[in-house]
């Protein structure tokens, strides 16, 4: 099976939005991992004054992730799956968060316009046609010294990581998925994975795309070396 793209990809989380949280929900690290991801944007003063991107939002795990990293901070959401986004809406949220319905690549059409003090981009590079083009984007949407996160499962680059992963989703989540009635996307989840960057590899893309500090960060548990935080910054000068 080969990869999901574009319109066919939104239409697979379309469809699979309604049992998407119970899903994820099976994974007992998925939302303290996206939780670390958002806390390593090291974000100061709990967010006060700031303004921040949660890019490929999904149904807000990632949104309340950022929001527990910077409670004080603004947060636009943004995804281009309409039934991804309307879970995330339907939940409760402060006034300082909101949601709008857009790809990733064509933000300033949505309205959506900088600068950002940080972006959080979790799941969401290996799933799009240019991640070359979409980095050179955020990139310009940060503001001098702003941050960006990228909460990806991009693996380690062993043979060990690349197995634990076909196990992993070959007896774990493609199963889970079919008794949902939704056997593509974790099929493309699979197969997306294998078929983009190692996290080294990754990392040596954020740094051609114009951003300086990037580093790789693993997470805990049986997920070290299957998913990564990749940080990087805009160069200039650092938010107060």
Avoid at 71 to 86: N, W
Avoid at 112 to 126: C, I, K, S, T
Wanted: net charge positive; charged share 20%.
């Amino acid at each position: 099976m080969t990869v999901l793209r574009d319109d066919d990809l939104t239409a697979a989380f379309d469809h699979a939005a309604p049992a998407y949280d119970r899903l994820v929900a099976l994974n007992p690290g998925y939302h303290a991992h996206l939780r670390r991801s958002a806390r390593r944007l090291r974000l100061p003063g709990r967010g006060a004054g700031l303004r921040l991107l949660d890019l490929g939002c999904g149904t807000g795990a990632s949104t309340a992730a950022l929001l527990e990293a910077a409670p004080l901070a603004d947060i636009t959401a943004v995804d281009a799956s309409a039934g991804m986004l309307d879970r995330a809406a339907a939940k409760r949220w402060p006034t300082g968060v909101r949601f709008i319905h857009a790809p990733a690549e064509e933000l300033r059409r949505a309205g959506v316009h900088g600068p950002f003090d940080a972006v959080l981009a979790a799941y969401l590079f290996r799933n799009v046609t240019d991640p070359d083009l979409l980095l050179a984007a955020v990139r310009d949407l940060l503001a001098p010294g702003g941050r960006l996160a990228v909460h990806e499962y991009v693996l380690g680059g062993r043979p060990a990581d690349r197995l634990v992963w076909r196990a992993v989703c070959r007896g774990i989540v493609q199963p889970a998925g079919a008794l949902c009635g939704d056997r593509g996307l974790y099929r493309h989840l699979y197969r997306s994975v294998v078929d983009f960057d190692t996290a080294p590899a990754f990392a040596a893309r954020v740094r051609r795309a114009g951003l300086t500090r990037v580093r790789v960060l693993p997470m805990p548990g049986w997920q070290a070396g299957i998913v990564h935080t990749v940080t990087a910054a805009r160069s200039g000068e650092e938010p107060a």
